[in-house]
């Protein structure tokens, strides 16, 4: 169990987290989301110890980080991976760090099989590319096989597989009790593994509720339709007040602002025959852009088709 109370984090006059709190239960994997600079980085850096708040706490399992006598055993991290002595090898970076929490080496060699470096376990840091250093700062994390985790983006540099693998060892570690806080861009991963979330904006909270209930209040619906007789169908749509997307000679259109048994009954009345009728959900992606709309610091113009004039 995370229990973060009114962090509260400044740099010179810019507030980069604000009053934050928010709590992670065991057992689930909990996405934490925020558009860039929303201050999750730093949340989880002040959580850490490793960035000083000016206000509030973070507590795991009822105690401050900076009190776990054997912190690996308790909490494992993994904020930037590019952070590795470029000298030492895989094996000898992991040592240092179990030496000093009291680990033994054969559990060095026991994550560096799970994450899949056992045959480069000697080859120094410099020579690993951006993928490799992921898995061994997911090692890392790991090494004390600690009931809490807190990851940043723990799949960027995985190619596909690595992905897959990351995506289920969360899950499982979950499922065993684990406390799961993982912080990422990749929404669709984090649609994926994760049963709750934590959205936040420009350093405050702006949601924390269940992935489907976040999905529910802020994703867009819409009824598929798919029919020999588009045309017609639309036409009666439109003619109820409903809103209608219809491509010219497409047997597909979509109907906002109603119902499936809605529009059933409006086809059975006028007889057009339905080949799909099927309630449609926007993605997590989508509910995250409504939901933080008003909270991006860095917004993106709009793309312009068929090039500058």
């Known amino acids: ?6 962090l509260t984090k400044r740099f010179g006059a810019k507030v980069a987290v604000d009053h934050l709190s928010f709590s992670v239960r065991s057992g689930v994997v909990t996405g934490f ?8 980085s730093t949340t989880m850096r002040c ?8 206000g509030g706490m973070a507590l795991f399992d009822g105690k401050p980080y900076r009190t776990l006598t054997r912190p690996l055993a ?15 090898s895989a094996t000898n970076h992991l040592r240092w760090l179990a030496a000093s929490n009291g680990f033994s080496r ?7 099989e799970l994450v899949g470096l056992a045959s480069v376990a000697g080859t120094r840091v410099r020579g690993f590319s951006l993928g490799m250093r992921q898995r061994l700062g997911i090692a890392a994390a790991l090494l004390g096989n600690p009931q ?14 690595g992905i897959r693998w990351i995506r289920d060892l969360l899950s499982h570690l979950a499922g065993q009790g684990a406390t799961v806080l993982v912080s990422s861009h990749q929404l669709s991963e984090i649609a994926l593994i994760a049963s709750d979330l934590v959205v936040i ?21 819409w009824v598929r339709v798919r029919t020999p007789q588009a045309a017609r169908m639309a036409e009666l749509l439109t003619a109820a007040g409903i809103d209608v997307e219809h491509e010219p000679d497409s047997a597909l259109l979509d109907a906002r602002g109603t119902t499936s048994e809605q529009v059933g009954e409006l086809a059975a009345k006028h007889g057009v025959v339905l080949h799909e ?33």
Do not use: C, W
């Open 1 to 6: 169990m995370i229990d973060v109370d009114g």
């Open 33 to 40: 989301l925020g558009p860039n600079a929303s201050g999750k």
């Open 47 to 54: 959580m850490l110890g490793l960035d000083r708040p000016d």
């Open 74 to 88: 308790t909490v494992g991290s993994l904020l930037d991976a590019g952070y590795l002595h470029p000298g030492r």
């Open 106 to 112: 054969r559990r060095v060699d026991e994550v560096l």
């Open 148 to 161: 809490t985790l807190l990851l940043d983006e723990p799949a960027n540099g995985l190619d596909p597989e």
């Open 201 to 221: 904006g420009q350093g405050k909270l702006i949601e924390q509720s269940t992935v489907a209930d976040f999905v529910e209040r802020h994703a867009e619906r």
């Open 277 to 309: 009728l099927s309630p449609q959900t926007g993605s997590l992606e989508d509910a995250f852009l409504s939901a933080t709309a008003d909270a991006v610091v860095h917004r993106s113009g709009s793309v312009v088709q068929g090039g500058a004039s």
